[in-house]
């Protein structure tokens, strides 16, 4: 997910969904993508990790990868699902959860709508490239057939301030 270095701004506080409170549960899986969010930095990549779970385990790990593979696809969301999807053994994640450090973009909640998941956990919103809320509301728009959970703000400032460190270094 490229950024403007210089206009890189993020919002911590969660606004797409207060349907319940953050379980320990969803801030134990969200540890697990800022961990997969510091293997992209320290690969020089955009710091964006993600996980998929089902049934408590982790099924699938992703972080940016963009430069790395020369992939424009190869955003943390995508990475993490085609893992699961490998291990599952099934392209359709409908008994998975999507744990992603910032909010996912248009190509990113596309792919979680084609896979069908369940939920999805994110950190930070993106107010230049979000779908879930901030610019399109990709996820759960009513013209498509899937409708998703989505938990906004776990672990927001932690997520926002690893991105915002990392443009910060660049300038």
């Keep these: 997910m490229a950024k403007s270095a210089s206009k890189l701004s993020l919002n911590v506080s969660p606004s797409v969904s207060a349907v319940s ?12 993508a800022l961990r997969c969010a510091q293997r992209a930095l320290e690969a020089g990549e955009v710091p964006v990790g993600a996980v998929v779970v089902s049934d408590g385990q982790v099924v699938g790990r992703g972080w940016n990868r963009n430069l790395t593979d020369c992939d424009p696809t190869a955003h943390a969301e995508i990475v993490a699902m085609r893992e699961a999807g490998r291990n599952l053994g099934n392209h359709r994640l409908g008994a998975c959860e999507l744990f992603a450090t910032i909010e996912p973009c248009a190509m990113c909640a596309g792919a979680a709508v084609h896979a069908r998941l369940r939920r999805l956990v994110y950190g930070a919103d993106d107010p230049k490239a979000g779908a879930a809320h901030s610019v399109l509301q990709v996820l759960n728009h009513p013209k498509l057939n899937h409708r998703m ?10 997520a926002a301030e690893m991105l915002q460190e990392f443009f910060r270094n660049r300038r």
């Design 21 to 32: 409170a953050v379980s320990a549960a969803d801030e134990r899986w969200m540890e697990e």
């Design 149 to 158: 959970e989505v938990q906004a703000g776990v672990l927001a400032g932690r």
